[in-house]
Structures are given as structure tokens and as C-alpha cells.
């Protein structure tokens, strides 16, 4: 059998099961309502833009500006052929974000993550993982050559006999989610730093959920727990709340960002993040720092479409993040419900395994600061149609 016919069985069988992923294509910008082939305007309830700056104007310009001054890019790595000023600033402006001494760029927050663990944990350490860590995380350790041990989702008193289980390795580090993109749900970041220094472990946390969304001034999780400044390594995004490109980062010690730049392969192999994205991410800082009732607006909207999911009769999972999971079942069923949804007017992803475990299919609504209120209002009537057509409710 042919590679080709081989491959095309599966595809089959996922056909079969009802489990086949679908792209949909879009000719309009990324918006609380786009424009897609062949269905026409629907309302998008499946982006990461969280605060809606990815349609932003002075983001757009901010990014053809950046055309106009650097070009395209360097057509090299950044130690060989030099960086622009820009990457300078946005890494300035990522580690003041942070709050903590510097911060490294790479072209995507997966890329950061599998560049960062591979150089900084070798055979003598430890990588601790999250169970429901972003699968860039679980990546990251696994290509390291660290001992790798995974606790059961935020079960601290495992994570602690974990860590008493490695008392003596040279390096130990706990790696999570700041924020579950599956879930919602946010790490217990407080006890987790109080373990680190108990057990002299350094925290490495994924924020690419928190920036933008967590916190008062959408900080991140650190700022929504009042633990600023005490997390070992944050990594997050530039492609979801601050400016939904695509782009990456490390934040950390100056003396851990000036290691990476020497070893970090995706650093020393890959060329750098564009300036245009560079730029656009910039000015969506810019905007966030200036506009906290982007934030207010976002945490008070999602409750309201978590409090009306629930009037309805559905269950979403608990969490304080923009991410409102409903459970559904089976994989087949997820995608079969967001097809009805989408035939009324919402684009919504259905997961399923295995991005998700068998059987805990969902539907994750991901909420804009830009939604009106007549959007939520609608989302929340078509919701309890298709809910009732379905049987969920």
C-alpha cells in the first residue's frame, strides 16, 4: 500500500466517525463577525482575540509602518545578520509587562516553549508538568533531555511528593498553564511559588491565556493573583490578546534571556520575528497599558455569557478566565453541534479527542471585549435553539 493510501484510510475513518476536522476559510479580517466562504457573515465565538485588537486600525498601521522601515525581515538569524531596533523595544516592553528584568522574542509562543526547556534542563534536572499543560509544554519537555514527571491537573499535594521525590537534582522546575486553554481554569499560582521556594525549584509559567485577559490592568496571572514579580520564567504570545499575529516570548532574568541568545536553538537556526508583528504586538501593548476598560469590559461580558449559558440550562466549566468550555460528550457530537451552530449564524469549534480526552468533547467559547450586547443576547438564543434541537438542554 501506497504512503498515500494508507493515509487516505484514516482520513476515511475519521469521516465515518464524524471526526474530521473542517477549515473554514475567511475573506474579512479577524472581528467579533467575519465574513466566510460560502456560509457568508457569522459571529465568531472561536478566537483568541481577546481584547479585539487583531482588527485594531492603529495595530494594522502600526504593522505597515514597520513594512515601510524594515522591510520584509533580515532573510537570516539574528546573530548573523543583526536585529532591528524593534525586537529591542518589544522586548523591553514585554519584560516591563512582566515585571521582570528582560525578554527573548521567537516567532511563535510553541517555539519559545520547545526552546527554552531543551536549553536550560539537561540530564541532571527535572521538568514537573501540569497534566493538562498546552501541548507546546509537553513538547518542550520532551525534547529535553531532563527527568520528566507529570502531576494530575492542579493537584499540589502530588506536585509536593513529586518535588520530595527529586530533592538534590541540580535544576528543578514546575512548568503549567497559566490559564488552561481547554478548561478555563487558571493555575493555583500562589501555592505553586510557595512550593518552588520551599523545594528550590524555579517556576516556568505559560501565560499565552493570562496576557491580556487575567488581572485588573490584563497583566496576566500573576497580576490577577498579586504574585508579580516571583515567577522564575513566563512565556506567553503575541498571536491572541495582543495583537493575534502569530509571534513568542520568554521573560525572565537577564541572565537567562542572555543564555537563551547563546543557546536556544530555535534562536540560533530560525530567523527572527518578523518587524511587522514585532510592531502591530507593540502597539497592542501600547493600547492595553492606555485602555484597561478593555479588560473590565471583557471580565464583565464574559460572566454574563457564563451566567446566561447556565440560566439556560447548560454547564460550563467553573473558571474566571475568558474561556467558557461546555461539555458535550462525544467527539462526533461536539463537531455535529458546532455545524448546527454555525448553520445559525456562530462560528464555534467543536474539540474533541485528541485534543481532549474521549468523551469530555466541548464547544469553547472564547469571548471578545468588542462583542455588543445584542451579540451576546443573540449568541444566548441560538445557543438555547440548537440546544433544545440537540437535546443538551
Known sequence: MTLDASLNEELT?????GTRKAFRYLSTPMDTEVTMENIGKVMVLSSNNYLGLANHPQVIEAGREALKTYGAGTASVRFICGTFSIHERIEAALAKLHHTQAALTYVSCWTANTGLMPAIAGAEDVLISDALNHASLIDGCRMSKAKRLVYPHSDLADLEAKLQSVVGARRIFIVTDGVFSMEGDIARLPEIIALAKKYNA??????????????????????????????????????????????????????????????????????????TIAASAMKAIEILQAEPQRVTRLHDITKRMRNGLIKLGFKPLEGESAIVPIIVGETAFA??????????????????????????????????????????????????????????I
Open 13 to 17: 475513518a475519521m469521516d465515518k466517525a
Open 202 to 275: 524555579s517556576v516556568i509559567l505559560d501565560d499565552s491565556h493570562g496576557v491580556g485577559v487575567m488581572g485588573n490592568h490584563g497583566r496576566g496571572t500573576a497580576e490577577h493573583f498579586g504574585v508579580e514579580g516571583q515567577v522564575d520564567i513566563i512565556t506567553g504570545t503575541l498571536g491572541k490578546a495582543l495583537g493575534g499575529a502569530a509571534g513568542g516570548y520568554v521573560a525572565g532574568s537577564k541572565i537567562l534571556i542572555e543564555y537563551l541568545q547563546q543557546v536556544s536553538r530555535p534562536q540560533l537556526f530560525s530567523n527572527a520575528l518578523p518587524a
Open 335 to 392: 463537531i455535529r453541534m458546532s455545524k448546527e451552530l454555525l448553520k445559525e449564524g456562530i462560528f464555534i469549534t467543536g474539540f474533541g479527542y485528541p485534543v481532549v480526552p474521549e468523551g469530555a468533547a466541548r464547544l469553547r467559547i472564547q469571548m471578545c471585549a468588542d462583542l455588543s450586547d445584542a451579540q451576546i443576547d443573540f449568541a444566548l438564543k441560538t445557543f438555547e435553539k440548537v440546544g433544545k434541537n440537540l437535546d443538551v
